[in-house]
């Protein structure tokens, strides 16, 4: 019975020191070490003091790096996060990002990061999500965004992008939710957006765009999914189009501050999950269509321009509280 214990506790003992020295063998892959010193070397960030010993994802009584996230890959860890936001980094876009190859998500919003996004962005093969909002950035976009098939949540807005909204976006199946506002894009909204059949939520406000709604809508029948429509201050011309009905999970429509003309489309009404519409300032004339005023949903109604159009005081039927402007 005793050397039955004893076999028994030496089994557990052995298993149990197996088991520690396999973890302790379990390092992170070389190249992500490397390019995570690079990137501290590099920017001198504000951050790299919690950035101590020589494992980015934790080694012995060591935790991981702040803002790093790793998960298990074989014999290895690979940095799969990297959140870093918010701490006045202050420099051009790390290069070296681009080599953590399992990248899931990279968050560096609310930064000083300054100069383009470099090609080699598009190496990221697994980037799910991407948030450089509230930067210094600049530039074109790069053609190669479009190769991150897996891409899901996309935030580029307040900084400093020039050029054309790059067609190749329209590559990104998975897409979901795309900002782009307060920047400085130009030239024509592409219509190839419209093939992506996730994309729920598109904010372009704020920019410098040109164009008609009836060229980026086309016949309609696009944007299966969207939900929520941010075209304000642009320099958006023509007419408010009868296609726009067609899409018919729109929630919020927001074409404020355009230079859009003619009448309001009665269409709108057939929009029937419509919570809120914002037409103001631009130079649509005639009246608004008596249906909005009994719409089911339609919760705001901003109409309000340099010649007021013939309107009512307030939303009548099912929308309670709402108001014109």
């Known amino acids: ?151 899901t949540h996309l935030y580029l807005s307040f900084n400093n992008f020039k050029g054309e909204i790059p067609v190749e976006l329209a590559n990104l199946p998975e897409l979901r939710y795309l900002y782009l506002h307060e920047n400085r894009f130009t030239g024509r909204i592409p219509p190839e957006l419209g093939t992506l059949k996730n994309l729920r939520h598109l904010d372009v406000g704020n920019n410098h765009l040109t164009g008609t709604l009836r060229d980026f809508i086309g016949n309609g029948n696009g944007f299966p999914s969207l939900r929520n429509l941010y075209l ?5 011309t023509g007419v408010l189009p009868d296609q726009i009905a067609n899409l018919t999970n729109l929630e919020i429509l927001h074409l404020s501050n355009n230079k859009m003309i003619g009448s309001i489309s009665p269409k709108l009404v057939h929009i029937p999950r419509l919570i809120y519409l914002y037409l103001d300032n631009n130079n649509f004339i005639g009246r608004i269509p008596e249906g909005l005023y009994r719409h089911p949903f339609l919760k705001e109604l901003y109409v309000h321009r340099r010649k007021p159009l013939q309107t009512r005081n307030q939303i009548e039927g099912n929308a309670q509280g709402a108001g014109t402007a």
């Open 232 to 236: 304000n201050n642009n320099e958006l």
């Open 1 to 151: 019975m005793a050397a039955a214990s004893f076999a028994r506790a030496l089994c557990l003992h052995m298993l149990l020191l197996f088991l520690v020295v396999g973890s302790a063998r379990c390092k992170t892959v070389k190249r992500d070490v490397k390019a995570l010193n690079e990137i501290k070397s590099s920017l001198g960030w504000r951050v790299v003091y919690s950035w101590v010993g020589d494992d980015p994802c934790g080694h012995g009584d060591l935790p991981p790096w702040s803002g790093v996230t790793c998960s298990q890959q074989g014999d290895y860890r690979v940095v799969t996060e990297l959140e870093v936001y918010a701490v006045s980094i202050v420099g051009p876009f790390p290069t070296a990002v681009t080599n953590l190859l399992d990248l899931r998500r990279l968050d560096l919003h609310n930064n000083k990061l300054t100069g383009p996004i470099p090609p080699q962005i598009g190496r990221l093969k697994h980037l799910r999500i991407l948030n450089l909002r509230w930067n210094k950035l600049q530039d074109v976009l790069p053609p190669e965004i479009g190769e991150l098939k897996k891409l």
